[in-house]
């Protein structure tokens, strides 16, 4: 008895201020992208991501997230131009089929605003990349991420031989998402 009340007084300062878990509701979150084709909007979205976020406004130091993206549901309007990006040329989902993003750096930057500096990777390629976002209906039990951020295709090979000139299709791509999630 005598160890177990030792043991539960050692862990009870981590019990209790451990951040929250949060479950991402796929129904309700959104991940697309705005590339420029021929200086027109080319708009997309990945239908299938899943993620491990951890934290709370009050705890930014604590706060972590990992949103891991299937290539594979890459989708357009246009069902050639989603097939042409599940090619080698671009994002080679046979052999990378998933995209990460991790992030463990935090800052507010206004109201209900902040940014998550972390790393990006794609195709093998890895990459920093700011995040900026609005949190909104933040309760207990829920919030909405709103945001974006705005990469650059080549940095991870995404486009490759004849792709790879900016010409055409311009290297900077606006990634933008809305994350439902409810307490895990």
Known sequence: MKIATGLSL?????????VPSWKIIPSESTITFTATQNDAPVKGAFKSFTG????EPSDLKASR???????????????????TLKTAEW?????????????????????????AK???TIRKQTVPVTLNFVLK???SEGFEAVGSTTIQRLSF?????????????????EVQFT???SKA
């Open 91 to 115: 994002f080679n989902v046979a052999q990378f089929p998933k995209a990460v993003f991790t992030a463990d750096n935090f800052t507010k930057t206004g109201k209900d605003a902040y940014s």
């Open 65 to 83: 997230v990992k949103i891991v993206v299937d290539t594979g549901s890459v989708d357009t309007a246009y069902g050639q131009v989603a097939s």
């Open 179 to 181: 994350l439902k999630a």
């Open 10 to 18: 050692l862990l009870f300062p981590l019990i209790s201020f451990a």
């Open 157 to 173: 090979g995404v486009g490759q031989g004849s792709w790879s000139k900016t010409d055409s299709i311009k290297d900077n791509v």
């Open 52 to 55: 491990d976020i951890h934290g």
């Open 118 to 120: 972390g790393m990006l």
């Open 137 to 139: 209906d933040y309760t």
